[in-house]
């Protein structure tokens, strides 16, 4: 199966629009307190981001311009995928022995911390991503999506990095950065499909 440069570069926007769906309907759900299969979602987005580190890194190589970019995408959705791995693997096993025994309380809480470091990491570099394909837009004429994509871009990459250095209990709350992060993902998603062959 060949897939043409183009080919990549779209598939790679539709699973970016997929993941900021998924996530944006999590947090919704998690909201409004309804109660869902946390294993469904998670599960479904591990398949959504093995399947985006292919794509964006065929992308990477492939691409003419915009190199760091590209392997801004790439390395997000690896990190991504281990973020999501942990939780999935690690959350239940921990809490429940927390439960039976309090003295590994302050381990779970480690593994519950080091998946929001991970988290945090892969949306700056989302966010970065924003950035470098915002400002491509408005060099490429389309001024008001690039410059709302970079925009957020940059505040996606400044808000994920204060929890990384303060830590998820600083004074911003992790659902901004969350939020901007993945409204970065989909400005992103529509900036890429409007990126030409050449690009």
Same mark, same amino acid.
């Given at each position: 199966?060949?897939?043409?440069? +183009? &080919?990549?570069?779209?598939?790679?926007?539709? %699973? $970016?629009?997929? %993941?900021?769906?998924?996530?944006?309907?999590?947090?919704?759900?998690?909201?409004?307190?309804?109660?869902?299969?946390? *294993?469904?979602?998670?599960?479904?987005?591990?398949?959504?981001?093995?399947?985006?580190?292919?794509?964006? /890194?065929?992308?990477?190589?492939?691409?003419? &311009?915009? &190199?760091?970019?590209?392997?801004?995408?790439?390395?997000?959705?690896?990190?991504?995928?281990? *973020?999501?791995?942990? /939780?999935?693997?690690?959350?239940?096993?921990?809490?429940?022995?927390?439960? *039976?025994?309090?003295?590994?309380?302050? $381990?779970? /809480?480690?593994?519950?911390?080091?998946?929001?470091?991970?988290?945090?990491?892969?949306?700056? $570099?989302?966010?970065?991503?924003?950035?470098?394909?915002?400002?491509? +837009?408005?060099?490429?004429?389309?001024?008001? @999506? !690039?410059?709302?994509?970079? @925009?957020?871009?940059?505040?996606?990459?400044?808000?994920?990095?204060?929890?990384?250095?303060?830590?998820?209990?600083?004074?911003?709350?992790?659902?901004?950065?969350? !939020?901007?992060?993945? $409204?970065?993902? @989909?400005?992103?998603?529509?900036?890429?499909?409007?990126?030409?062959?050449?690009?």
């Amino acid at each position: 199966m060949n897939f043409t440069n +183009k &080919h990549t570069v779209r598939a790679t926007s539709y %699973l $970016l629009f997929l %993941l900021a769906a998924t996530q944006a309907l999590y947090t919704l759900l998690r909201m409004a307190g309804i109660d869902f299969p946390r *294993q469904l979602f998670w599960g479904t987005e591990s398949i959504l981001f093995t399947f985006l580190m292919a794509f964006a /890194g065929a992308a990477m190589v492939r691409a003419k &311009h915009y &190199h760091v970019g590209w392997s801004a995408i790439a390395f997000s959705t690896a990190l991504n995928l281990v *973020q999501v791995s942990v /939780g999935l693997t690690m959350f239940t096993p921990f809490r429940e022995a927390a439960g *039976q025994n309090e003295s590994i309380g302050p $381990l779970a /809480g480690a593994v519950v911390a080091l998946s929001f470091m991970i988290y945090y990491a892969a949306k700056l $570099l989302l966010g970065f991503a924003a950035l470098i394909f915002g400002i491509a +837009k408005m060099q490429d004429g389309a001024k008001p @999506l !690039g410059g709302l994509t970079a @925009l957020v871009g940059v505040v996606a990459i400044l808000a994920n990095g204060v929890l990384i250095v303060f830590g998820r209990n600083a004074f911003l709350p992790s659902a901004v950065a969350g !939020g901007f992060g993945v $409204l970065a993902t @989909l400005l992103l998603a529509f900036c890429l499909m409007r990126v030409t062959s050449d690009d």
